[in-house]
């Protein structure tokens, strides 16, 4: 007996030692964060989301027209009461699973433990949760006489505030988290804890959960590994030339244009997944633009920069470096943006150097950009406008938190629960690590991008915009167009991307992967995952017209990129081109220096 008191009177000590630590941890964030509350130059607005506006309208129409609201209140009374009869019954022990009031959707991830269906507790919990969260989004719905936009924004931050809610977030209402809590005796909140610290102090007090474990990802040893040299750059950018892996080459080189978002070696990730290593090994010189992570010193580089620096430079630096005069584009995103602007400038000027282009996700018709749209307000631009002009730039951090919200589930709340509940490392995934490495945005450069991409939507009208000297007419891109989209990218919405189609000239394909933004993209066709749909491209054809003429095919929609661009690569091969071979002597190794600015 002895023995067992000392292990129990050991418990008990090492318990409190523990409860002790938590409460030193706990008191250091709450210092931090007073800290950061208090910090100076705290003259931004109050509502800088430009929310409060919506939010009075909202307000103003429930108090004219109660009804959605009635409803709602309806039917959650409805869905309790049957909720508490099922309940009663579980408790009383009586045989048979009732059909549930409230059901998580098929691809929601919170609820997977056995006790949210197992315990009659945690399944009213969950019940009660879900009913309440639907309610609450259907009663914002339903509201009349909003305008579009208030509603987007009302509906957007409603399901925000309800994904925070859910009871998987906190450590009373988490079955996992709090058989974590009793197994390690608290190991886990104070390991918790820890993390919460050591996201705060990185990220110099915003609340930003770490996604991947990036220890197992070094540039240009584990991560962007597809040999190559750098052959040319200038103040926005490096030009990578990829060493070949095949005899003979296509003749016409391919330049790549990634966003500037973030870093360009989302299309060089692993070896498995490399976009760049599997064009390189089909027969493709491949060139690549590294965009420089550009700093206060760059705050007046503009659009039209990022183009004549940009592509335009890098398409001279090719024909240098190849001695071909034409080439292929792709475009990625952002990048496919700036892509169909620098085609439309070419074609403006009867320069006919690319034979062909690639968009990959890309937006060139803005007027329906999802989600992203409850970001694009004259009071939301303003704000960030006063941001950039005092630092000259957008932190990266910035950006990536907008797309986190986009979906908080996944890429915020997952995280909260595994990191601080659970007191686990992230696993390393190279997607999300590249994710985490985000990039700044020039003042110049970003607000005309929102304002007259986003805003006024000027590069889907022609002559909207001017670049370089030049009218920008999208309906003069009069070249073979593969357009990709993905299925469910928050980012660039596939109906979006398929505006493009009534935009340019000359044989269109599209084409549309399963997935988002960017794993529908990154989808080698080893991995044989996804499936792409394929139709016919016909003048004055919607989206939803196309969707139903499409049909489906299995595997990755890289294969049928290549038996497309295969034939407008020029015809016969040449032999393959090593970077240095040409005009242009290599400045470093790939993946070169500026991909590695913090």
């Known amino acids: 007996m002895p023995d067992d008191a000392s292990a129990a009177g050991a418990a008990e000590n090492e318990t409190a030692e523990r409860l002790a630590a938590i409460a030193a941890q706990s008191q250091r964030i709450a210092t931090r964060l007073l800290g950061q509350s208090a910090a100076p130059g705290g003259g931004e607005s109050n509502d800088p989301l430009n929310l409060g506006g919506a939010f009075l309208a909202m307000a103003r129409s429930l108090a004219a027209d109660p009804a959605p609201l009635i409803d709602a209140q309806m039917r959650w009374w409805e869905g309790y009461l049957r909720l508490w009869e099922q309940s009663a019954r579980r408790l009383r022990g009586e045989e048979g699973a009732p059909e549930p009031v409230a059901a998580p959707e098929p691809d929601d991830r919170r609820f997977r433990d056995p006790a949210w269906t197992e315990s009659w507790v945690f399944d009213h919990l969950k019940q009660s949760y879900l009913l309440t969260a639907a309610c609450v989004q259907s009663a914002v719905h339903d509201v009349r006489g909003l305008d579009e936009k208030d509603a987007a924004k009302l509906a957007f931050y409603t399901r925000q505030f309800v994904d925070a809610m859910a009871p998987t977030n906190f450590l009373a209402t988490n079955p996992a988290a709090l058989r974590e809590t009793v197994e390690t005796r608290g190991e886990n909140l104070l390991r918790g804890l820890g993390n919460l610290l050591d996201d705060l102090e990185r990220n110099e007090g915003r609340f930003s959960p770490k996604m991947s474990d990036g220890g197992d990802f070094t540039l240009g040893e584990t991560i962007a590994t597809t040999p190559g040299k750098v052959v040319f750059q200038n103040e926005l950018m490096q030009l990578i030339q990829y060493a070949p892996s095949t005899g003979t080459v296509f003749r016409r080189p391919l330049l790549i244009v990634p966003p500037w978002i973030n870093k360009y070696y989302v299309l060089d990730l692993r070896p498995k997944n490399s976009f760049v290593r599997w064009a390189v090994s089909r027969g493709y010189t491949v060139f690549m633009i590294s965009w420089v992570n550009p700093d206060e010193r760059l705050a007046d580089k503009t659009f039209e920069d990022y183009m004549t620096e940009g592509p335009l430079a890098a398409l001279d630096a090719i024909a240098q470096a190849t001695g071909e005069r034409?080439?292929?584009?792709?475009?990625?995103?952002?990048?496919?943006?700036?892509?169909?602007?620098?085609?439309?400038?070419?074609?403006?000027?009867?320069?006919?150097?690319?034979?062909?282009?690639?968009?990959?996700?890309?937006?060139?018709?803005?007027?329906?950009?999802?989600?992203?749209?409850?970001?694009?307000?004259?009071?939301?631009?303003?704000?960030?406008?006063?941001?950039?002009?005092?630092?000259?730039?957008?932190?990266?951090?910035?950006?990536?938190?907008?797309?986190?919200?986009?979906?908080?589930?996944?890429?915020?709340?997952?995280?909260?629960?595994?990191?601080?509940?659970?007191?686990?490392?992230?696993?390393?995934?190279?997607?999300?690590?590249?994710?985490?490495?985000?990039?700044?945005?020039?003042?110049?450069?970003?607000?005309?991008?929102?304002?007259?991409?986003?805003?006024?939507?000027?590069?889907?009208?022609?002559?909207?915009?001017?670049?370089?000297?030049?009218?920008?007419?999208?309906?003069?891109?009069?070249?073979?167009?593969?357009?990709?989209?993905?299925?469910?990218?928050?980012?660039?919405?596939?109906?979006?991307?398929?505006?493009?189609?009534?935009?340019?000239?000359?044989?269109?394909?599209?084409?549309?992967?399963?997935?988002?933004?960017?794993?529908?993209?990154?989808?080698?066709?080893?991995?044989?995952?996804?499936?792409?749909?394929?139709?016919p491209v016909e003048e004055g054809q919607g989206a939803e017209a196309w969707l139903e003429a499409a049909a489906r095919h299995e595997g990755s929609w890289w294969s049928d990129w290549h038996r497309w661009q295969c034939r407008r690569a020029g015809g016969r091969k040449v032999p393959a081109r090593t970077p240095g071979s040409g005009a242009l002597s290599p400045i470093e190794d790939a993946p070169g220096s500026y991909v590695r600015a913090p």
């Open 326 to 535: 034409e080439a292929a584009m792709i475009g990625y995103c952002l990048g496919g943006t700036l892509t169909a602007a620098t085609l439309a400038c070419l074609a403006a000027r009867g320069d006919g150097r690319v034979r062909s282009a690639t968009f990959f996700a890309s937006l060139v018709d803005f007027s329906e950009p999802g989600e992203l749209g409850v970001f694009i307000d004259d009071a939301q631009i303003e704000s960030l406008e006063a941001m950039m002009a005092e630092k000259g730039y957008l932190d990266g951090r910035h950006m990536a938190t907008t797309f986190s919200m986009l979906r908080a589930n996944d890429l915020i709340w997952s995280f909260v629960v595994n990191n601080y509940l659970m007191g686990r490392e992230p696993m390393p995934f190279d997607l999300l690590f590249w994710n985490a490495d985000s990039t700044r945005m020039p003042a110049a450069m970003h607000g005309y991008y929102l304002r007259r991409m986003y805003r006024e939507n000027l590069l889907a009208r022609p002559g909207g915009l001017s670049l370089d000297g030049v009218p920008v007419d999208l309906g003069r891109i009069d070249i073979p167009t593969y357009i990709v989209a993905t299925r469910e990218d928050h980012i660039a919405p596939w109906r979006a991307c398929h505006a493009a189609c009534g935009l340019y000239r000359g044989q269109r394909r599209f084409v549309l992967g399963a997935s988002g933004h960017i794993a529908g993209i990154i989808n080698p066709p080893d991995a044989g995952k996804y499936g792409y749909w394929t139709g």
